[in-house]
């Protein structure tokens, strides 16, 4: 299928991918089209071997070489300068390219056999949360991709950490396992893409993507923030007003949490020990909660010390940024 310039759903060790052939402009043409994405927005060039990104770019840096070794085959994406090989039609038109050795033993196959350059966003319809299950790919994609390989839940949960090493200083696009201090401890210097941090309207990212509002439930999602008490506090009162004009609320919680609340339906995202739980189980309850059709969601928030960036990150673009104080009084 990929040979022929068609599209194969695959699973990698951070959420489900669609593929297609990378060095074919139909081809990746195709994906926008599946996913319903806007052609401005990048795709990630997959490879199986540290060896194949020459073709791709132009310049490989130190730095590039030295993240390699730490980190792939994993979820680290590297933007590097293109070479005439990648059609623009890959790249949205841009000089740079994503590249990326996913950490799982089919998705490395898949590349292998369809000629070692694959293309794949997140296997879902643009604006939904990523797939971590088949299933997930199949609700969004039906009748749209001839094959999903199906490789059971993901490990991870969240999508790669993406790095611009194109800049004068390395630059983290989009946060995620491979946190800033990891990457430092390689590199050196690491600096985050302001125009990703919250309330920066004016302030554009510099990954495309990241200024849609990506992995939106379709309820009204709101995080709560504060200490513990006052925050299970505010999520009763919400819900119990929420419920009185007759709207189904939803309440992520923890295991440690999900006992201190009254009503509503009360879902754990797993223990606040464990961070890769939490992010491995994010997008699945974000889709389920659609599939309840809940009309509001309020959440906890999760600063967990590694992933915690990655994590609020996709939770404040799930709740379009809407944030509740729960410690100020009134
Ligand atoms: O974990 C992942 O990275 C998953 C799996 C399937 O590998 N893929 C993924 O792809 O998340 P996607 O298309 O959903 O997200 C790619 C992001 C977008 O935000 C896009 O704008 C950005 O990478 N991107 C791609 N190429 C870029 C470039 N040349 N410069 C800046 N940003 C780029
Ligand atoms: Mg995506």
Redesign the pocket.
């Known amino acids: 299928i990929l040979q022929s310039g068609g599209l194969v759903a695959?699973p990698?060790?951070?959420?489900?991918?669609?593929?297609a052939d990378a060095l074919h402009a139909q081809a990746a043409a195709k994906i926008y089209q599946a996913k319903g994405?806007p052609s401005d927005?990048?795709?990630?060039i997959?490879i199986c071997c540290f060896e194949d990104i020459k073709k791709i770019v132009t310049h490989i840096p130190q730095a590039a070489v030295r993240l390699a070794d730490a980190f792939w085959p994993g979820?680290l994406?590297m933007?590097l300068p293109?070479s005439e090989a990648v059609p623009y039609e890959t790249?949205?038109g841009?000089?740079?390219?994503?590249v990326?050795m996913?950490a799982n033993r089919t998705?490395l196959a898949l590349i292998r056999e369809g000629g070692g350059y694959i293309a794949?966003?997140?296997?879902?319809t643009s604006g939904r949360p990523?797939p971590t299950l088949a299933e997930h790919v199949y609700e969004d994609l039906k009748g749209k991709v001839p094959l999903i390989l199906d490789g059971g839940a993901v490990g991870?949960g969240?999508?790669?950490t993406?790095i611009?090493l194109?800049e004068e200083a390395p630059l983290i696009?989009?946060p995620?396992y491979i946190s800033l201090d990891m990457l430092s401890g390689v590199i050196g210097e690491v600096h985050t893409d302001p125009g990703i941090a919250a309330d920066r309207q004016n302030c554009r990212?510099?990954?495309?993507?990241?200024k849609?509002r990506?992995y939106a439930p379709k309820a009204a999602m709101f995080l709560v923030e504060g200490t513990r008490e006052r925050v299970a506090a505010k999520i009763n009162d919400l819900t119990r007003a929420a419920m009185r004009k007759g709207k189904k609320v939803g309440i992520i919680g923890t295991e440690e949490t999900a006992g201190d609340y009254e009503q509503g339906y009360v879902v754990s995202i797993g223990s606040r020990q464990e961070e890769e739980e939490i992010a491995h189980n994010l997008y699945r309850i974000l889709r389920e909660f659609d599939e309840s059709d809940v009309d509001i969601i309020y959440s906890e928030c999760f600063e967990t010390p590694r992933m915690g960036q990655a994590i609020s990150n996709r939770m404040l673009k799930a709740a379009g940024h809407q944030v509740i104080e729960a410690d100020e009084s009134g």
């Open positions: 695959f990698t060790e951070t959420v489900y991918g669609l593929g994405r927005n990048p795709l990630i997959h979820p994406t933007i293109k790249t949205g841009m000089d740079t390219v994503a990326r996913p998705a794949a966003p997140s296997a879902n990523s991870i969240i999508e790669s993406i611009d194109t696009l989009r995620g990212p510099k990954a495309p993507g990241m849609y990506h």
